[in-house]
Every structure is written in C-alpha cells, then in structure tokens.
C-alpha cells in the first residue's frame, strides 16, 4: 500500500491500493452518526462504505445525488444541510463523501459549510478525483456564472483511494484523469512524462503497475505543493504556491462553463495546456520542442489537441470571471520550459488570441 502523507495545519494521508476501502472503519474517530454522501449510479459502493462505517455504536445516513456537475449546485447542497439537519448531525460527526470529483467537491463543501465545519472523509472512485478533486482541502460548488465560485477550504481527515473501484470506468473517464497526472508531469516530475511517453496503453490501463504509479507520483506532487501552500498564496519562498496546481485550468475551466460541462474536466484542462504551453513560447520563450512534447503526451493519452467550437470574446468574457483573476489581470501558470514553471500576468490581448487561434490548428 502506497501512503501519501498532506504535512498541513490539519494533516492526513491518502492511502492508495487495492482494497484501501479496508481502512475506512479507522477513520471514523468518535463520530456516532455517518452522513454517506454519493453519486447515485454508485449505490452499490455507497452501501459497502455505509457497512464499514458503521457499527453498533454509529448510524450510518445515505444521501445520494446526481451524477457530475449536477450536484454541485446551491440546490443540491441545501437539500443535503436540511437532511442532516433533520437527522440531528452534530460537530462530532462525519461525511463521507464517494463517488467522482464533483461528488467530493460537494461532500467537502456541505462538511465545511455544516455546523462551521464537522469531519470529512473522501472515498474517490475516479482517477480525476484520486489526483485531484478529493486531495488538497479545496471543496465547492458552481453557480450559473462559473464553476467553483462559491467554496471554501476544509481538509479532509483521510482518503481512501482504493484502485479496485476504478475498475469499471469507463475509458473517458480515465482519460480525462489522467490529464491532471501529465500536468504533474509538465510543471514538475519528469518521470510521469516518461512513465506516459514509455507506455500510453499502459498508462490507460488502470490494473496496471504503471497506472498506480502514476497515481501515487501525481497525488505525492499535490501534496508536496499543498503542505507548503495551502490557501494558494502568490508564491512561497520567491517560488510559485498553490497557484502551480492551475497550469491549464484558465482557459480549461473557461471550456468547461462554455460547453456547459459536456466537456470532461480533463479533456477541457489539456486543451488549457496546450494553449498554456503556447502562450510560454511568446511570452516566457518556451523551446518549441516542449510545446511539442504537450500535443504529443496529451495526444497519446487520447485527450484532445485542438478546439476552436468557442468564440473567443465569451471564452474571454469567463475567463475574466474566474476565481484565478487577481483585480482585473489574467493570471495564467507557464512555463520557461518544462518543470520549470513561471507565472504570466496580464498578457497582451493580441497573444491570447493568436494563441487562441493556433489551438484551433492540428499540428
């Protein structure tokens, strides 16, 4: 079993393996009520953490909401306080959240938000999730006007990555998980480009060794970033915080809200790389070759190289709405080449659309 420990004011570990589910009776403290909030297509799942955590001294609450983005809205997460507000939940009590990164988006929020905040545990059953959503404390749902603005931060007491629940994915979903990995890749560890770059197939093949490394290196560089920087200050000892993790994600998110989440969150934040790495290469003086090594690791994980569908004016427009904005500059993670990331503020109107422009050109 793979543990990676978040050194942060509230610590905890993700334990990443086949049957991790095994641990969860550990990590219900002194809780004696179990709120189980899940993605609906999961009952199944829902049910065996409902028996785990439960016991003869521990009721066990199951609340199931929609799939995906649907449940992260103010709608879905009123019904949930009222709930546990009917059941009696108090401050020494715990949510489980399982399914899908929005799912723990929501759990995390409705912990963080309930009572001023009560225990939370993250079961995720997506690779998008294992690496991303469910680990680093940040919890949220969406609003009409963009994704993730109403939030706070609210670490979780442990994750439960058990790699027998990705076994039924399906392929997309894994592909878009995995774009969060090779961002890992791009900004910081060399050895997930090569681990992708050696074997795409086997990178996509979520029973092999390959994949669950890739999962421990990505879920390891998250936490190396957020234990020295929680709460996404501009930087931490002259060098880029929290903010690093958002490599991809201005233009992805934009996408994401214009597509209206039809577009998986990874397919949407390897096109925001791709533009990314091309805005490096005016503004930072990216080497073309590491442009290059963009289109061809994202290209083999079957992700997507091009998109022009957006006008470019409303991608602007929500872009300039996004959590990210500082005053009325853009912020935008690049990179001077790769692993070696700095910040661009302000770029010129021009370059964003000509970057914009030769997105929407397969090269």
């Known amino acids: 079993m793979s543990t990676v420990r978040f050194a942060t004011d509230h610590p905890y ?10 641990k969860l009776p550990s990590l219900t403290g002194e809780a004696t009520r179990v709120a189980v909030i899940y993605a609906e ?20 609450l199951s609340i199931g909401v929609p799939e995906g983005e649907a449940a992260k809205t103010p709608e879905i997460a009123t019904s949930c306080w009222r709930t546990l507000a009917a059941a009696g939940f108090t401050r020494s009590d715990l949510i489980i959240g399982v399914g899908g990164g929005a799912t723990t988006d929501l759990a995390g929020f409705v912990a963080a938000s309930w009572l001023r905040g009560v225990s939370y545990v993250s079961v995720p059953t997506t690779v998008l999730a294992m690496v991303d959503a469910s680990v680093g404390g940040k919890t949220g749902i969406d ?15 442990g994750v439960i ?40 197939s086997g990178a996509l093949d979520v029973t092999s060794a390959r994949h669950a490394e890739l999962i421990r290196r990505a879920v ?19 060098r880029i915080g929290r903010e690093l993790l958002n490599y991809g994600h201005t233009l992805g998110h934009a996408i994401e809200a214009w597509e209206h989440f039809r577009m998986r969150h ?36 079957g992700l997507p190289t091009s998109y022009q569908r957006a006008p470019f004016a409303e991608l602007r427009e929500l872009m300039g ?37 030769e997105l929407g050109r397969d090269q």
């Open 41 to 60: 297509p999961l009952a199944e799942v829902a049910l065996e953490v409902a028996r785990l955590a439960g016991s003869a001294t521990v009721s066990v």
């Open 321 to 357: 709405r996004d959590k990210k904005t500082r005053g009325q500059a853009l912020r935008f993670v690049g990179l001077r080449n790769l692993s070696d990331p700095a910040m661009i503020v302000a770029p010129s109107e021009a370059i964003l659309e000509e970057c914009y422009a």
């Open 143 to 157: 609003l009409p006007e963009g994704k993730n603005l109403v939030g706070a931060f609210h670490e979780p007491d």
């Open 161 to 200: 990555a058990d790699l027998d629940l990705l076994g039924t994915l399906p392929e997309r979903e894994v592909r878009s998980g995995l774009a969060e990995v090779v961002k890992a890749g791009f900004v910081r560890d060399e050895r997930i480009r090569e681990l992708i770059a050696a074997s795409p």
């Open 266 to 301: 990874g397919e949407a934040v390897a096109l925001g790389m791709i533009f990314a790495a091309q805005l490096s290469r005016r503004v930072l003086g990216l080497p073309d070759e590491a442009v290059a090594v963009h289109r061809q690791l994202i290209g083999a994980l």
């Open 13 to 22: 570990t993700v334990e990443i393996d086949n049957g991790a589910l095994q």
């Open 220 to 238: 390891q560089f998250k936490a190396d970033v957020v234990s020295l920087d929680l709460r996404e200050s501009t930087s931490v000892g002259g």
